[in-house]
């Protein structure tokens, strides 16, 4: 079992490594030299405290929508519509924030809660068209993302525009921030929510009897379906709970680092969020580490075109080879095993 | 036959073996599945290969096609040393594989998924009429039938394998390998299907394949190799053997699949079926008007060929398709009104024909897979929290109990082989306390050791009152347990037999469609 471990994550720092050496080629290709940039890059994202707060500000939306995105993968629900879910929730709990006057600690746990609800709510609509008509959530939730996307634009551009000034919400209340970690950074509670939560959601799945439901219908569904499980309810659920995680990580956005909303508010957090779950094999410890590879790799990005000539799309395109290579690690995957083979003989 | 029993003439040939395995070992870390196995196939014979479950058969068939590196030893290919580094170079040796469990895509046609990887061109586009006429030619060829247009994901079992055969033809196998072909066929399917195999030596083809079933391996092969805890325990030509040695020689002592003695029982119905219509997948009638009744210590078997309904059968009495009409009851609860999960806690166990698919998840463990269905209950879990000590120690027992072949109750089931994947299914279902167990194909792909075993739980399970449904393709098997013996033709039941001293000839009349008529009645 062990072995059957390391090899697994063999695979996946396989995939990261192929990633690694083509960026290297590319950035040859565009006339820097590759150890200059990963120093530029590493400096950027851990070089002094700052830097290393910086990282980890960047890395907390990431695990959360990773979270989330585990949360579907259990159950076999591909969930890509976590930044729509997070543009919902930011704005959500944005709009409790600027509109409402409560309590401090309970206008912050209002306006969170709003965000869980719009993120669930946004996501049930393919839930449930998923589980009544077996759509493919997969389409369905890619779409609704252009859909959040625009309505929380047109929310913040004609219903809720700040007077004068950028295409934003008016600030939220000082009785709404999620507090601070430290005194030199923005770098917030989120963090420990998301560490929270990805611990949480690993014991749920290996230690309830309703996690163990959910594992098997992700892995075995007609297994599932036959020892009981309700597979249609459960996808549901799944999908209900891991759209909640999403509006959360835009609820803790907005609360713990921009205190409005905003165009443009939270850019590919969900998809990065997604990468660094497959890249972590669906498991929600390891997508804690995952998320802090790409969160590093967002804010080393920051100094990258201060120091260097490449440009910050470099990071990009990394990450982009990195999901190019897990996709084709899944096809060389325990390549030594007999059912493994049998399959590439199959296919 | 005769004539590859005694030697054909060869004298042109290059090789007079096809396959010529020497001192094979495979080692999974510390357990030894191949011990130092010499194999030689004569070119165009029929080569059986029998063992108990877990003997290693699979493995040295892997090991031969290039899906298993052996830690030690030599393969020839047609006289030649050959490396077998991956199943391409098998293939390129002219060598094919059936495996045990198969994989075709669902979604396909029967043509595109034979030339599936090796597709057939015009102008750079698939030449699906081109796939289509050769399919049909090689269908015809050796009495493979199939419609190469239809697609796969709605045909049976039995067809799957004749298109994974057609697979391996069309990749130009010259020998070919089959891990236990007839464990997924109907009698008569396997008839046909030895016909096939007559048709490739015939043309100077070479067959290996694996088998549980002794009566087809004296019947169909010309020489046999037995297996047994990773050794070879000998090869002879199967003119030389009695059904008796090669039990023996397989597992060390005698078995007898004799009708069990038993004690009359009449206890409460327990389930009761009533008017029951289904429709399968393709939404056709695929039950129509079946009634019967089980009683409480008894063992009704449904027999029939494999597609008449026995599958919708089962399937709607677990809850897993609705019933068009009729209604079932168990212990007088209308199950049309209750969910999978409601039907096991009213006291249903199944043991699914379909053991990889409904029966197992292949990726979890052993312990994992012993929970399903009970994992909302005590001692497993309390307030919905698992309790994994508990958890494994119950598979560990079970694994004793039900002597399943594997390192411990971590192990993952796809490590286990074929018969042993099936302990793990029926030591969960067996022992999970319910009154009424539907039993699909128990002994499928179980060596004859194991099939004894299962036989005597089951019989043990009549005892403890247990109302059992057993359905199976395997006619000796029901008039081994069953009291009384339901026929099914085309969803419907065509008539009941005693199990005691059961008919044959009036069974296979039924499972033809023939309404025997009642020869005195059974008293109700
Ligand atoms: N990848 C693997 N890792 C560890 N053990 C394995 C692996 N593959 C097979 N085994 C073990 O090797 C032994 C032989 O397995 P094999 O599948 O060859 O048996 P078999 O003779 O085909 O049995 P069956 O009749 O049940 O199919 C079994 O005990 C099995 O658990
Ligand atoms: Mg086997």
New interface residues.
Partial sequence: ?IR?RLREVSGQIIAIAVALILGAIIILLVGESPVRVLMTLLRGAFGDQEKIAGTLLQTTPILICGVAACIGLRGGMFNVGIEGQLFLGGFAAAWVGFAFALPPGIHMLAALALAVVAGAAWVAIPAYFRARYNTNEVVSTILSNYVAVLLTSYFTIFLFKRPGGWSETPPILATAYLPELFSFSRLNWGLVIGLVLALGAALIF?????G??VT?VG??P?????????VKRQGFVVLLLSGAVGGLAGGIETLGVHHRFMEGFAPGFGFDGLIAALLANGSPVATIFTALFFGALRSGSLLLEVDTSASREIITVIQALIILSVSAQVLVKRR?D??A??????? | MVSNALGSPTLHMKAEMAVALTGITKRFGAFVANNAIDLAVRRGEIHAIIGENGAGKTTLMNILFGLLQPDEGSIRLNGEETVVTDPAVAIKAGLGMVHQHFKLVPSLSVADNVFLGMEIRRHGLIDHAAQIARTRELSKRFGLQVDPTERVGLLSVGIEQRIEILKVLVRGARTIILDEPTAVLTPQESRELFQTLRSFVAEGMTVIFISHHLEEVMEVSDTVTVLRNGKKVATRPTAELSKDELVRMMVGREVSFDRRPRAPSRGDVVLQVEDLWARDDRRLPALRNVSFTVRSGEVVGIAGVAGNGQTELAEVLSGLRPASHGAARLKGQNLAALSPREIREAGLAHVPGDRMVRGVDRNASIAANMLMGRQHRAPWSSSGVLNWTAISENASRLIKDFDIRAQGPGDAVKRLSGGNIQKVVLAREFTNGADFLLIDQPTRGVDIGAQEAIHDEIMRQRAAGRAILLISVQLDELAALADRILVMFNGRIMGEVAGDGADEDRIGMMMAGVAAPERAAEPA
């Fill in positions: 079992m059957d290996r230690y309830t009897s309703w163990y439901g098997m892995s075995a007609k297994f599932a379906e036959y020892g009981g499980v309700n030594g007999s059912q083979g049998e399959r590439r003989w199959k296919f």
